[in-house]
């Protein structure tokens, strides 16, 4: 299925523009030839799980796709300060963080007879539960992804996508993954204000989680969205005056709900239908119950298993998710049923920032109240029993040896 599409863009459209970085511009027959170079580097055995952490994304993503089309399985890891964690969940140790590419014409063909659902690859929960959870992605998931999304976005191959999502979250393959099977341009970058405005007048699909366009609407820059077909916006519960500020700019925003474990969105409602009652329609092909008052989804797009989980979920799987079901196929979000909250469009668990806290030996004691904030949606305030009080700023920075910047608590105080 993959490496089919791949060949077929390459036989039929061999120079149009696939992927954009760092102002180059890559079409499809390049890319092919930096996958298939990179390909007969490789010593990989079929079916075997094989560790990455690559920080250039076009660099991953030429991985990914190589090992692949060995039909090897990518562990994809992030870049966060307990790493070792990570490790431990699986046992495959990091074996590639680096490679030279090639670009030299090569149209090797090799072999693509995948069962669309064997593993393509094993991505991490976006959140931190303080044991990581590996997800299985099969091919078929991936695929049936990018076709529900095509139903609601209607896809062009004129259409030119930004993607500054993190390529180690569900959220950023997936739109890699869109554009390989809709055939449609993505421009690859970090996120930035900046950036954003950069590329603003070339682009006219954008994904983000609500802090990102918060950031970009509060900015003193002129902000115009006449030339965007959709905003996507994920992640996060969105609030009412980030909803306001998206109807008064009249940006044509989609506001989707989905998770690692469904392959990024199954659920979503364009702005003016959200707005009525903060409602989520379940998308094409998607089922929607409940169990024991959590949202229980049914889709193609349901990953296979966790890694080293003897557990299948035969496409179906029970979120942790406290939802209000109104009708056959809309629902409500309420609240989670775990410890886990949402700051920013990340997945923060309570009790893992409290672990780490409690590492530290000047610390006695240590409550985490969670606080309803406008800007992030959920923040964190860490209230610290110690025998000497300590400087926060220093404090902090000692933290991000140990924690992701967004897991740290926004406020922090010593008592």
């Given at each position: 299925m993959l490496n089919s599409i791949l060949n077929k863009r390459v036989k039929e459209t061999p120079d149009k523009i696939f992927i954009t970085y760092k102002n180059r511009r890559i079409c499809f027959s390049v890319f092919n030839s930096m996958v298939n170079n990179y390909y007969e580097q490789l010593k990989t055995k079929k079916n075997e799980y094989v560790g990455l952490q690559i920080n250039d994304k076009l660099k991953l993503l030429v991985a990914i796709i190589a090992l692949n089309k060995k039909q090897s399985i990518p562990v994809v890891y992030p870049d966060h300060p307990s790493l070792e964690d990570f490790i431990l969940t699986t046992n495959i140790p990091i074996s590639i963080k680096n490679f030279d590419i090639s670009d030299i014409k090569n149209n090797l063909r090799a072999s693509d007879e995948h069962n669309v659902h064997n593993t393509q690859m094993v991505i991490f929960t976006s959140g931190s539960t303080g044991k990581q959870k590996p997800c299985e992605i099969t091919y078929s998931n991936l695929y049936e992804s990018a076709k529900i999304w095509d139903r609601i976005i209607k896809f062009k191959n004129t259409d030119i996508y930004l993607n500054h999502m993190p390529l180690t979250h569900v959220s950023g393959l997936c739109i890699f993954f869109r554009a390989l099977y809709c055939n449609f341009e993505m421009i690859l970058d970090d996120f930035s204000v900046e950036n954003y405005f950069k590329y603003s007048k070339k682009i006219n699909l954008v994904s983000m989680v609500p802090t990102m366009l918060d950031k970009i609407l509060n900015s003193s820059k002129d902000i115009r969205f006449e030339t965007m077909k959709s905003v996507i916006i994920g992640g996060d519960n969105i609030n009412i005056d980030l909803i306001d500020k998206i109807k008064m700019k009249k940006i044509p925003a989609y506001i989707s709900y989905g998770l690692t474990e469904s392959c990024s969105g199954i659920a979503g409602s364009w702005v003016d239908e959200y707005q009525k009652n903060l409602i989520y329609s379940a998308h094409k092909r998607v089922k929607i119950n409940l169990s024991n008052k959590m949202l229980e989804i049914s889709s193609?797009?349901?990953?296979?298993?966790?890694?080293?989980?003897?557990?299948?979920?035969?496409?179906?799987?029970?979120?942790?998710?406290?939802?209000?079901?109104?009708?056959?196929?809309?629902?409500?979000?309420?609240?989670?049923?775990?410890?886990?909250?949402?700051?920013?469009?990340?997945?923060?668990?309570?009790?893992?920032?409290?672990?780490?806290?409690?590492?530290?030996?000047?610390?006695?004691?240590?409550?985490?109240?969670?606080?309803?904030?406008?800007?992030?949606?959920?923040?964190?305030?860490?209230?610290?029993?110690?025998?000497?009080?300590?400087?926060?700023?220093?404090?902090?920075?000692?933290?991000?040896?140990?924690?992701?910047?967004?897991?740290?608590?926004?406020?922090?105080?010593?008592?």
């Open positions: 193609p797009t349901i990953i296979k298993k966790y890694f080293n989980s003897q557990k299948v979920f035969n496409n179906r799987f029970t979120t942790s998710d406290i939802v209000e079901i109104v009708s056959k196929n809309k629902f409500k979000f309420k609240h989670r049923a775990d410890d886990i909250v949402i700051s920013g469009g990340e997945n923060i668990s309570i009790m893992y920032v409290n672990e780490i806290l409690m590492q530290f030996e000047e610390i006695n004691s240590c409550s985490i109240e969670v606080i309803v904030d406008k800007r992030w949606g959920q923040t964190l305030h860490a209230k610290l029993a110690v025998d000497k009080k300590l400087d926060v700023i220093k404090f902090k920075r000692k933290l991000k040896n140990h924690l992701p910047s967004f897991m740290i608590p926004k406020k922090i105080s010593f008592i």
